[in-house]
């Protein structure tokens, strides 16, 4: 029998209405919507006609589609203490985010091969709260690897232009100009024109090195933010973008992504790609979007990441990137990368504090949609419900090529659900926190907005306020491919 799923407040997010309606959600055995009952006479007829296996109530509490995040580090295997698939997925749903694509670079083995996916696909089954799908990487040497990947399911592949921090940079090395063009020729070569190619966007300048090297010589100037941010300015994601664009421009068939974008001066280079044409896309983080230079204290290196959180005055012109009909950022994701507070240079002792040590990244999964609400509904033309769904299902869903049974609430589609209080107010702490590293948060302590009471994936309650969570009942996403990997065996 079908399950129904009620709510004075249904946010679809199909196009047909732009305010919350009163009605309900028809879902069958399998997790799919079968029918939208858009007013309260067609519940009751339903109710009167039909009998349900389940009815949920939720009452005044808004139900949207479930959120996506494409940009998400899961360091399964190899570094589980990092960050996991149970704790990675238990966050996420916690965080009414009900799919997560993970990046390729902190795991080991790395996800640059076929072999190094099964193995992140494997350990991941059984684990998974959420539905989680995966990029694949593309690094110096592994351009053979890149059609058996793209056939074997990975959403797209993935690059940096900069170097990671140790120890994963020695394990996911950055690729220069030409490395990527004799990339992209091997995919034309073999006809694959369908995936998307994702960068994290920096790329280094002799001058910057010069610049890290004599910062290091003062221990004292290493806990200082401004130290460290001295060493990764705007003009390194300037240059790394005016590169994604030139190719961009030359491979106008091909779709680009920018991830975790900072700096607003990267935004009228970006535009005017866009406006030539090219398939380019970029997006930009919480952090970004939330938190400035100024604030961060010294030794606060759960702070740092990369490209790292920029001063003030950077936040409105992303804002408005992300908000007008036609800006050129085009979505949210967290790009959550937790790490040990050893890692993190957040234990006691000499090294505590190091920002040039630190392992850059920030732990936010959890607290996407409070941050981005909170701090939304701050502007002079406050964040709307219709601009959340945009920025944080349906176009990730689009990059990510789900869009067909992902990211809205409509007959045919995945029945998953972030349901929410838009009003209701809490204070972050970390022992509500559900990622492996709890501690290793720069919001600690701060006042939302936005609280999660449920999360659902394909008609599963995967998620509870008060009562915890459910079976790991998630999916492994493999995408769709015209082209195959076929083996031939003797016989």
């Known amino acids: 029998m079908d399950l129904l799923f009620l709510s004075r407040r249904i946010f679809l997010g199909d196009g047909s209405q732009e305010t919350p309606l009163h009605g309900g959600i028809v879902v069958d055995t399998e ?17 009167y006609n039909t009998e349900s296996e389940a009815v949920y109530d939720f009452g005044d509490l808004l139900l949207m589609p479930g959120l996506i995040d494409a940009n998400v580090h899961i360091n399964e295997p190899g570094r589980k203490d990092w960050e996991g698939f149970a704790t990675a997925t238990k966050a996420a749903a916690a965080g009414g985010i009900t799919t997560i694509i993970d990046r390729p670079t ?15 696909t494997s350990i991941a089954r059984g684990k998974i709260y959420v539905d ?14 890149l059609v058996p990947l793209l056939a074997a399911g990975v959403m797209g592949l993935q690059c940096t232009l900069c170097g990671s921090a140790p120890p994963v940079g020695e394990e996911f090395a950055a690729v220069n100009e030409a490395q990527l063009m004799e990339a992209l020729k091997q995919l034309t070569d073999a006809a694959e024109t369908e995936a998307v190619i994702a960068f994290h966007a920096e790329l280094p300048l002799e001058e910057q090195v010069q610049q890290k090297d004599s910062s290091e010589s003062s221990e004292s100037s290493t806990k200082t933010y401004a130290s460290f941010l001295s060493t990764r300015p705007a003009s390194m994601e300037v240059s790394a973008m005016q590169l994604i664009c030139e190719v961009a421009v030359k491979h106008p068939q091909r779709r680009f992504h920018v991830m975790n974008l900072s700096s607003a001066e990267t935004l009228p280079v970006l535009q005017q790609c866009q406006q030539h044409g090219a ?15 100024e604030q961060v204290p010294d030794c606060g290196t759960e702070f740092k990441t990369w490209p790292p959180i920029r001063e003030r005055n950077n936040q409105a012109a992303l804002w408005q990137a992300l908000l007008c009909p036609k800006g050129s950022l085009q979505l949210i994701a967290s790009d959550h990368s937790a790490a040990t507070p050893g890692a993190r240079c957040l234990t006691y002792g000499r090294g505590r504090g ?19 609400w909170t701090r939304g509904m701050q502007l002079q033309q406050p964040l709307s419900l219709s601009d959340v769904h945009r920025l944080m299902c349906w176009q990730p869903a689009q990059l990510c090529g789900l869009s067909s049974f992902k990211g809205r609430i409509a007959e045919g589609y995945d029945a998953d659900f972030c349901i929410w209080s838009p009003t209701e107010e809490f204070t972050v702490s970390v022992e509500d926190l559900h990622a492996a590293n709890k501690s290793a948060t720069p919001y600690a302590g701060q006042r939302l907005c936005g609280v999660v009471h449920a999360t659902v994936v394909r008609g599963l309650h995967v998620y509870q306020q008060f009562e915890g969570f459910g079976q790991p009942l998630g999916k492994i996403l493999l995408r769709k491919s015209s082209h195959k990997v076929v083996k031939f065996v003797r016989l």
């Open 354 to 372: 190091n920002f040039m040590n630190a392992w850059p990244g920030i732990s936010s999964l959890q607290l996407s949609l409070p941050i981005v």
């Open 132 to 145: 989680v799908g995966f990029w694949g990487g593309l690094v110096p040497g592994n351009k053979d690897q």
């Open 106 to 120: 902190n795991a080991t083995p790395t996800t640059v091969n076929v072999q190094a996916l099964k193995a992140k």
């Open 31 to 47: 997790g799919i919507i079968r029918r939208v009952l858009r007013t309260p006479q067609e519940v009751n007829t339903y109710l």
């Open 279 to 293: 398939q380019l896309t970029a997006e930009t983080c919480p952090h970004y979007l939330s938190l400035c230079a």
